[in-house]
DNA sequence: CGCCAGGGCTAGC
DNA sequence: GCTAGCCATGGC
């Protein structure tokens, strides 16, 4: 990969299998928006960045960054340190993952903030995305950090501390329904030092999934998908509606037990099992499987 | 009106 | 340990 600072950003070039389409539409994040020259904009880490990318040419460009935070910051937010082809070859021996890998073939894992997943994936429960995205965007605009960026205001998702000047109506107002008490009290615990996401992400995958269901509103769904955006965990397999689905209707033929479909997962992808599960999830949406 | 959305909680068995 | 019914909100 090499670098070069431009004004006000960077051109990365030589980099593979990295398609900001893939990256920022396949479900892992929802605080990022494609603009009308089809590059994303989006916050993380406190940071407004833009992107965009050319899959074929091997080319990222980065805009409202440095060389500084590219180094502390977007290189290992976008796991560039991975080799995705190699993860690509091996789970393409099976045919259906094959195809699905086809459809999202630039997808690379974001290594997002835990206690922002932890907060984002509560809010998930039993709701669609766009609804999701809406109140992640509420909360962060009653109560995170405002950033600007090329006349735009952007904000940042709030910290613990500024989420917990929230009461219970404030945080209602994100329209998240019943989750809300959820988020009250999660706030709470993690504020309070119950719960050390930092500490917790360095234990093992079955010790953390315990640790993170002790917060009210995360789930076996919630905890995986949290392990593994944020915590690397990537012997996770999320099971939502939509991989129970295409995991049903491609490997089974019919509707089985949620623990059936995770003990497939780990038999048949082992520490892939979480980059099967994005080309999967990607996949399924395009083709609108219903079972 | 109904059903569904990146599920989790609770009661009842 | 397992399952059924419930849950706020909004789109379709």
Redesign the pocket.
Known sequence: MRITEVENGLILEDVKDFDAKHIFE???CFRWTKNEDGSYTGIAFGKVLNVRSDYEKGIVILDNTNLKDFRDIWFDYFDLGRDYGAIKRELAKDPVLDMAIKHGKGIRILKQEPWELLIS??I?????????S?SIGLLSEMYGRKIQYKGNLYYAFPSPSELHEADMEGL?LC?????C??IYQAVRMIYEGKIRLDETAEKDIDSVREIL?E?????????D?IML?SMQKYEAY??????SRVTEYFFFGRNV?M?EIQNFAAEKFGGLAGFA??YL?YYA?ELKI?M
Do not use: H, L, T
């Open positions: 396949c479900g892992q994936y509560i998930s429960a039993n709701n669609s995305i766009p609804m999701i809406r209602s329209r998240a329904g019943f989750r008490k959820y269901m917060i009210p509103g995360v789930g076996p769904k919630v905890a998908c955006f999320p099971v939502d509606v939509w991989v037990k623990k599960q994005e999830f949406r219903k």
